[in-house]
């Protein structure tokens, strides 16, 4: 939680920017990168974000979300130089992690397929948006390179014989996709299931910061692997990725017909999959090594070892035909976590799924 000392000087910053006092400043918690709190503004409410000195371009990057994309809050106001955003408060709606992680199957099964249906559209509105990003903001692409080739030396030292030359030429062609920039779009790059609300008038979305110009697979990705970079990682129960990439394709030909002609569709989002697996390799293997007990809230989120397990099994059985160095040696970590790590490696599937 941030220091009171620190919530009663960001909410007296935004009530100078406004021009107005906002009361009862609540912290809604979140990362160590920004302070998110919850202030009274006349008879209603309002969502106060601040970044921290350490601000690696997630402020660029929420502005221009709030400002381009749709489904979102309205951004009020703003400070560039403090850093510091106002925007409307959407209130306290279910997530689709809450969904997942509840006990209502249908709930969970519904809210999930037009979650990724909404998605969709986010995505192909976000064809339109890819200049006016560039303009706002001064594009700073995600050098996505850099973070697959230590995922991929991770991952080749990690297992007896491990193919490193093989696993950085995959890295490189799976870079070399994520650069295309004929079919590109604006979307979060951190879609994950706590940063979307379903109100009654349907899906929206939260915490902007990782908003990036992409391929429209590389955000088809959190469906199909699925939940790319999010803690809330379970086995899905059969059939729903399969369901969730159709209603995400379904949703982004509606805003952007035409996008995906021409495009081995599947292979496309399968080969962001593997980009993906090669990132989170390089970014949680340390903690996986170090046993750390839970990648997001306690009681709610798997073990480091059990997210890190998952995802190498699941690209060992479904990447074989776009990295299969990358599919063998995700198969040879897997046996090697589950012979060394035992029991912890085990992951389990979503509670709303259960029996």
Excluded at 17 to 29: H, I, K, N, R, Y
Excluded at 119 to 127: E, K, N, P, V
Excluded at 227 to 256: I, K
Aim: net charge negative; with cysteine; hydrophobic share 45%.
């Amino acid at each position: 939680m941030t220091p009171a000392d620190d919530v009663s000087a960001v909410a007296r910053a935004a009530s100078a920017l406004l021009g107005a006092e906002l009361g009862d400043p609540t912290d809604l918690g979140g990362s160590a990168r920004s302070t998110v709190l919850r202030c009274r503004r006349g008879s209603g409410t309002v969502v106060v974000k601040q970044f921290g000195g350490h601000d690696d371009g997630g402020y660029a990057r929420e502005v221009a979300g709030l400002t381009l994309l749709g489904r979102t809050p309205d951004l009020i106001a703003r400070d560039d130089a403090q850093r510091l955003l106002v925007m409307t408060d959407l209130g306290d709606p279910p997530t689709l992690a809450d969904l997942l992680l509840g006990d209502d199957r249908a709930a969970a099964w519904t809210g999930a397929a037009s979650w990724a249906r909404e998605l969709g559209r986010l995505a192909g509105d976000g064809r339109a948006r890819v200049h006016d990003a560039g303009a706002l903001r001064g594009e700073q692409p995600w050098v996505i390179l850099d973070d697959l080739t230590r995922g991929a030396e991770r991952l080749a030292d990690l297992v007896p014989g491990g193919d490193t030359a093989g696993l950085l030429a995959e890295a490189r062609r799976v870079a070399r996709r994520f650069e295309d920039a004929d079919r590109a779009v604006l979307a979060p790059s951190d879609a994950c299931p706590d940063n979307a609300v379903l109100r009654p008038d349907g899906w929206w979305f939260l915490d902007l910061e990782g908003t990036v110009v992409q391929p429209p697979a590389f955000v088809a990705a959190y469906t199909m692997l699925p939940f790319a970079t999010c803690w809330c990682v379970f086995d899905p129960p059969a059939g729903l990725t399969d369901t969730l990439l159709a209603e995400f394709t379904t949703g982004l030909e509606q805003t952007a017909p035409g996008l995906l002609a021409g495009l081995d569709w599947h292979r496309e989002v399968a080969t962001a999959c593997a980009g993906y697996v090669l990132a989170m390799t390089g970014w949680l293997l340390d903690s996986t090594l170090a046993g750390r007990e839970h990648v997001g809230p306690p009681g709610r989120s798997p073990s480091y070892r059990q997210l890190m397990t998952s995802r190498w099994r699941w690209a060992a059985v479904n990447l074989r035909p776009v990295t299969p160095v990358l599919a063998g040696t995700c198969a040879a970590a897997a046996r090697w976590a589950s012979s060394t790590w035992g029991s912890e490696a085990e992951s389990a599937g979503y509670p709303a799924f259960a029996g």
